[in-house]
């Protein structure tokens, strides 16, 4: 029996684990955290002060013969095939999977520490998103700066959405008109996908948010309360919620160029094989994989992944299918792959009311509980054939 050790109990790594055969492989799942979270819900703590029920425990969303480990890992060796966790225990397998996620770093960009420490972000933890709330509910007028520091963001969508609910918050508390709403992004326009850009820029413009492309930012002076851009621009602030840069887990490997600079795992775009090693894998936000950074993308890794374990071919083609929440009820999906461009696809309500339903299918979602319906939609929805029924 194959020994299959999964590291990282979020998305992709969960749904991996209830995926695999019970009577094929022997799967370990070793996480940092006995709690999963469900990392979408943060916009609506930030935004719409939702309740936070993001957190399940791990051991109750894996089948019965998945063995759970909690622990730190500090190194892992994908030449002699163990990994060494923080407690000191060593973790051998025949076959290993990297879902290791990213997580925030804010010390990149001077300031920005201070200016999440403040205002918070609604990319880490709850406690921050319950921050950014804070942050919110107590502004009475001014200047809200929002966007995204570096070009790589956990959930591409998250930044618009987040400037979108809060105007429609300023809105609802009669502060429009009082507030100057600034979104900054790296890109030369609101979305980068050109075909969504055409229904979101729009949308921005309509509601008085003034959009700042090319906004590269270089640091943040909190005593001044203004934003620098490399290029010399400047954003001054009463409000700002500015999303950090993402870096992969802090773990030692060996062979060490198995990372990149910003330590995201080099991975076959199409295998999801980590370059070089043998019997290793990648999913999810770990990888460097030219795609979204969302768990639609560790869902359908994780289906990928469990079938090149078989011995099955199984090929990974870049499918994005991102729910976009434009306030106001009204939402759309971000559909592409590596070969198909992001459809331009028109809001409606159904598509908001799809989004939120995903925070109550989700649990059930990584036992397997829905695959048939997910096979149909994906299916349904493929960005090639999609294309083409939703063209002007």
Known sequence: MTHVLIIGGGTGGTMLANTLDRHEFDVTVLSASAEHMF?????????????????????????????????????????????????????????????TGIRTDPAQIPGLAEVNAQ???YHSTVEQARKVWGALDGFRGGTIALGQSSPICKCPPSPVEGVLLAE???????????????????????????????????????????I??????????????TIFSIEGDTIPYDLALVIPPFVGADIAYDPADVVDASRFIVTDKSS??????????????????????????????AKVVARQLRGLPAA??????????????????????YTAPVVRYAPSRIKHLMKMMMAHIYWLSLRGVFEPVFDWYFAFTAPEKFAARHAR
Request: proline content about 6%.
């Open 212 to 225: 700042m492309p090319f906004f590269d930012v270089d640091r943040i002076d909190p005593a001044t309360r």
């Open 119 to 121: 205002f918070g972000d």
């Open 272 to 301: 999801l094989r980590v370059k070089g090693v043998e019997a290793a894998f990648a999913i999810g936000d770990a990888t460097n994989l030219p795609t979204s950074k969302a768990g639609v993308g560790a869902h359908l890794e």
């Open 168 to 210: 429609e918050l300023l809105r609802r508390k009669g502060l429009r008109d009082k507030t100057r709403l600034v979104y900054f992004t790296p890109y030369p326009r609101a979305y980068p996908a050109a075909p969504m850009n055409e229904i979101i820029e729009p949308i921005m413009r309509a509601r008085g948010i003034e």
């Open 39 to 99: 990392q979408p819900g943060l916009l609506y703590v930030a935004f719409r002060n939702a309740a936070a029920h993001l957190m399940r425990r791990e051991r109750g969303l894996l089948a019965s013969h998945v063995r759970l480990v909690q622990d730190t890992v500090a190194r892992i060796d994908l030449r002699d095939r163990v990994v060494s966790g923080g407690s000191g225990a060593q973790h051998r397998y025949d076959a290993i999977v990297l879902a």
């Open 316 to 337: 990974f083609d870049g499918r994005t299918h991102c729910p976009v929440d434009l306030a106001y009820g009204q939402g759309t999906f971000v559909i592409g792959s």
